[in-house]
T-cell receptor, first 116, second 110 residues
Framework: GAVVSQHPSWVICKSGTSVKIECRSLDFQATTMFWYRQFPKQSLMLMATSNEGSKATYEQGVEKDKFLINHASLTLSTLTVTSAHPEDSSFYIC????????????FGSGTRLTVV | LAKTTQPISMDSYEGQEVNITCSHNNIATNDYITWYQQFPSQGPRFIIQGYKTKVTNEVASLFIPADRKSSTLSLPRVSLSDTAVYYCLVYPTGYSTLTFGKGTMLLVSP
């Protein structure tokens, strides 16, 4: 079946620094990737949608200059949290859809970001 | 996308069958019903998908009545490892942004 690898699984960074999270589709071509954020005991909230080779589409209220998304290839998308602050601490999850992905949507294992 | 409503939480014991019902009154003709499972600090995992009647796989069964306004996820003989949040989503095949509701927190006790 389709596999999406997300890295790192957890990261701690200092306030003001930037953090990059990678999302890779291992056995299929991800034409579209999605980035979600999940706070404790809450549901997943869609942050942005990215198509390979195009600029990402951000959901209302998500700062595009703070959460930089790059989807330069059919197997890799990255989310960079720039100038991170403690309120950015959350669980970030990517998802991908594309040819070869059973039932459409496959999720990564998530990244726990803690900003201190 | 069709809005879904499911119980916030459910409790069960090991070995019991668990049925989680999801309401989706405004489901569209081309919508499929999909259930995902999420363990703490992990991404959601696909469980089962169906359009009508009954679908069964090695993990669960999905029952969908004729009017498709609701669906029931059935987990046979649950174990402690089935403790997780279960999400019911309704969306058409092909590209579509997913909207997650609150899900159902299933707690399985010994």
């Amino acid at each position: 079946g389709a596999v999406v690898s997300q890295h790192p699984s957890w990261v701690i960074c200092k306030s003001g620094t930037s953090v990059k999270i990678e999302c890779r589709s291992l056995d299929f071509q991800a034409t579209t990737m999605f980035w979600y954020r999940q706070f404790p005991k809450q549901s997943l909230m869609l942050m942005a949608t990215s198509n390979e080779g195009s600029k990402a589409t951000y959901e209302q209220g998500v700062e595009k200059d703070k959460f930089l998304i790059n989807h330069a290839s059919l197997t890799l998308s990255t989310l960079t949290v720039t100038s991170a602050h403690p309120e950015d601490s959350s669980f970030y999850i990517c998802s991908a859809i594309g040819q070869g992905a059973d039932y459409g949507y496959t999720f990564g294992s998530g990244t726990r970001l803690t900003v201190v | 996308l069709a809005k879904t409503t499911q119980p916030i939480s459910m409790d069960s014991y090991e070995g019991q069958e668990v049925n989680i019902t999801c309401s989706h009154n405004n489901i569209a003709t081309n919508d499929y019903i999909t259930w995902y499972q999420q363990f703490p600090s992990q991404g959601p995992r696909f469980i089962i998908q169906g359009y009508k009647t009954k679908v069964t796989n090695e993990v669960a069964s999905l029952f969908i009545p004729a009017d498709r306004k609701s669906s029931t996820l059935s987990l046979p003989r649950v174990s402690l490892s089935d403790t997780a949040v279960y999400y019911c989503l309704v969306y058409p095949t092909g590209y579509s942004t997913l909207t997650f509701g609150k899900g159902t927190m299933l707690l399985v006790s010994p």
